[in-house]
Nanobody
Framework: QVQLVESGGGLVQPGGSLRLSCAASGFSFGTYAMSWYRQAPGKERESVARIDPTGGRTNYADSVKGRFSISRDNAKSTVYLQLNSLKPEDTAVHYC???????????WGQGTQVTVSS
């Protein structure tokens, strides 16, 4: 049974930081590309960052470049998203996704809420 379980979300002030984690099980994590998406109220889900199976290739949305960083630990079957310099417009449910294809979405987690507010 495939599971992706996100954690690490919460309420943070503008300019603050959070580290999201996504623990994977039920598939061969080390052969899958992993990605983070987010969805704000009333908006479509958007891609935030993705990383290839080895960690050697990453891509970021323009809106988060220089502020967010994706990484993975294949030994722990976990992908991370470091969120720095957070802005109110980063408020959204953040989801992790895994796919055998770099730009695919085969599996989804349940999401973790990130709220940036003073």
């Amino acid at each position: 049974q495939v599971q992706l379980v996100e954690s690490g979300g919460g309420l943070v002030q503008p300019g603050g930081s959070l580290r999201l984690s996504c623990a994977a099980s039920g598939f061969s994590f080390g052969t899958y590309a992993m990605s983070w998406y987010r969805q704000a109220p009333g908006k479509e889900r958007e891609s935030v960052a993705r990383i290839d199976p080895t960690g050697g290739r990453t891509n970021y949305a323009d809106s988060v470049k220089g502020r967010f960083s994706i990484s993975r630990d294949n030994a722990k079957s976990t992908v991370y998203l470091q969120l720095n310099s957070l802005k109110p417009e980063d408020t959204a449910v953040h989801y992790c996704s895994g796919s055998i294809r770099y730009f695919g979405n085969d599996y989804w987690g349940q999401g973790t809420q990130v709220t940036v507010s003073s």
